[in-house]
């Protein structure tokens, strides 16, 4: 059983800030509710009012020029099979496939899961590593924040009380280039991820730009530009040789934590690993 | 879970005992405390702690017990509370040390932490680090005042 | 079978029509309550399951416009204007579906609680996918737990009723 709460449905992005806005932290953003509503339902948090924006769209994949644009109330399942990712972004296609279960893919949303940020998530280190932006709005404003910027902790987002996420914006990839997400997990949500954005120079010989983002082990997803030096402008046998301490910068950086999903060092261990495999999987598709 | 910290203040040891035993300005050198208030002076202290990780909020009503003292050395105290809201209890034992060294102070904790009911359900690892994170917070706070009022 | 609801003078009641089973419905809920109350004690269907309460284990899945939800975790007044399917409005005029058929022939089930949550996920498998692979077939009743029959018995059950639909 839930405890009682209003419920608002707003009809435009402005009015839904509105309402976050006069009611503060009493106040929550409702689409799934896959995560929301299991937080409730264990007494973790309460809210006197729901704001359900389902009525305000954002439900749409397009392609801008050079841009794929992403509505936040996206399904999991309509990304999974939306036309518009499937050449463009199939990595991201192939991590949302693997979000959750069917029953959770079906009412869940990209923009809910970036928000809620539990760091047993996928789809942010993912979006870390192809460099997204996040466009969030409120009643007077519009700001693009940058996947970097937008997870700050567990289950905290640089968002505003007031500010809706409405958009996802990921840059169309380059030509030679690919990208791979590998997780690892036993227990319901996973436990490990990685996340490789490779693209190959002109001549095909060199790694022309390489993006590595690490993700569930730690509080938060974390872009490793330490590792990502190691590996840039070298030979595709060069990088390879120096993939394990890559790996294990990497796995320093993602500030993993011991809990049920595995001891610390275990789940930095596995990023080397997730690193190794991710690398040669996007090489192999570039 | 178990945490040990110790930080160096430039202060003498017996300006830091002085410090600990005054309630207000010591309860609030810890993130989210407040409201403390002395029940029996040296043996019982109440506050209220606050802690945030992200959406979820907790607020403890805490009793601390002075176990054992041992003048300008050593404290050994327990605090408990619960947060009936959302049906969570916390404990925890806390051991103070004061050490002289070149006419400054180490000043040690060691703090056993536990976390029981619904809170742990946001998994061990979380709590440990944000657990972790305020017993930083509050021995930085410590030295910075005791250092701070020269 | 269903108990009277009693409400607060300043409850906010959200009109719910939908059609259950083929049925139309038309309710009244508060926006709190759930999905999986709501068709248990208010509507008396109790082929879905409360079990693991947390979206893991599909033993309170249900068809709402033919895609399967867990009814544990979604608010009932999200159904209005849709259509809901439960295990009960499977069978038409007192003729088992295929897949009830297959899982009754194959041995798809022993103590039953998962049985009617595994069938519908099976229904909405088989309607978006009529020929499926095994692996396409695992992959999407990934979320449906069962704790007595090791899977095989549900597979052959499902791979059975599709080979049977395909043929109707």
């Excluded at chain 2, 959302?86 to 040690?108: A, C, H, N, P, W």
Aim: glycine share 8%.
């Amino acid at each position: 059983m839930l405890r009682r709460f209003r419920l608002d449905e707003p009809e435009s992005v402005k009015e839904a800030s509105e309402i976050l806005g006069r009611f503060g932290e009493s106040a929550k953003i409702y689409a799934g509710g896959t995560e929301l509503l299991l937080a409730m339902k264990e007494g973790l948090v309460h809210y006197e009012r729901l704001v359900n924006i389902k009525k305000l769209g954002l439900n749409h994949v397009r392609r801008d020029n050079g841009v794929i644009k992403i509505g936040a109330l996206c399904t999991h399942r309509q990304l999974e099979t939306a036309p518009e990712l499937q050449n463009s972004l199939p990595a991201f296609v192939k991590l949302e496939q693997y979000v959750a279960n069917v029953r959770v893919r079906q009412v869940g949303t990209i923009g809910g899961n970036l928000c809620f940020a539990e760091p047993h998530a996928d789809p942010g280190t993912l979006l870390m590593a192809v460099e997204a932006k996040m466009v969030a709005e409120k009643s007077s404003s519009k700001r693009e924040i940058a996947a970097a910027d937008f997870f700050v902790d567990a289950y905290e987002t640089c968002l505003e009380a007031d500010e809706v996420l409405t958009e996802i914006q990921v840059p169309a990839p380059a030509a030679n280039s690919a990208i791979a997400y590998l997780k690892f997990g036993y227990l319901e949500r996973p436990s490990v991820g990685v996340a490789v954005a490779l693209a190959l120079n002109d001549g095909k010989k060199t790694i022309g730009d390489i993006k590595i983002a690490v993700g569930c082990a730690g509080p938060a997803p974390k872009r490793v530009a330490e590792a990502e030096a190691m590996l840039k402008g070298k030979g595709a046998d060069e990088a390879a040789r120096n993939l394990p301490r890559a790996g294990e910068v990497a796995g320093r950086a993602a500030q993993a934590i011991s809990d049920l999903h595995g001891s610390q060092e275990y789940k930095e261990h596995i990023v080397g690993v997730l690193l190794k495999r991710a690398f040669h999987s996007a090489l192999s598709r570039c | 879970m178990r945490f040990e910290k110790e930080v160096e203040i430039l202060a003498t040891r017996e300006k830091v005992w002085d410090f600990i035993w005054d309630v207000d300005r010591f309860i609030a050198c810890v993130p989210g405390c407040k409201e403390a208030k002395t029940i029996e002076a040296g043996k019982r202290y109440s506050a209220t702690m606050v802690e945030k990780v992200g959406p979820f909020k907790v607020e403890f009503p805490t009793t601390i017990e002075v176990l054992e003292r041992e003048e300008m050395t050593r404290i050994k105290a327990q605090a408990s509370g619960a947060d009936n809201k959302i049906g969570s209890r916390m404990k925890i034992e806390l051991d103070v040390r004061l050490r002289e060294q070149d006419g400054k102070t180490l000043l040690g904790f060691a703090a056993g932490v536990d976390i029981l009911g619904k809170l742990a359900a946001l998994g061990h690892g979380i709590i440990k680090r944000k657990a972790d994170q305020v017993l930083d917070e509050f021995a930085q706070a410590v030295k910075e005042r005791l250092e701070g009022d020269s | 079978m269903s108990k009277a609801m009693s409400r607060r003078l300043d409850a906010q009641i959200i009109p719910v029509s939908f059609t259950l089973n083929g049925r139309l419905q038309e309710i009244e809920v508060e926006p709190h309550e759930l999905l999986l109350d709501v068709v248990r004690e208010r509507l008396g269907l109790t082929g879905a399951k409360r079990s693991c309460d947390v979206e893991v284990c599909g033993a309170c899945t249900l068809l709402v416009d033919g895609r399967p939800v867990s009814a544990c975790t979604t608010l009932a007044f999200e159904v209005r204007g849709r259509s809901v399917l439960t295990i009960e409005g499977l069978a038409e005029n007192g003729k088992l579906h295929p897949l009830q058929d297959a899982f009754i022939e194959h041995g798809g089930f022993q103590c039953g609680f998962c049985t009617p949550g595994m069938i519908l996920a099976a229904k909405a498998l088989l309607d978006e996918i009529p020929n499926p692979t095994e692996d396409e077939l695992k992959h999407f009743m990934h979320g449906n737990l069962c704790r007595c029959t090791g899977y095989k018995k549900i597979i052959e059950s499902i791979m059975a009723a599709a080979k049977k639909m395909r043929r109707a």
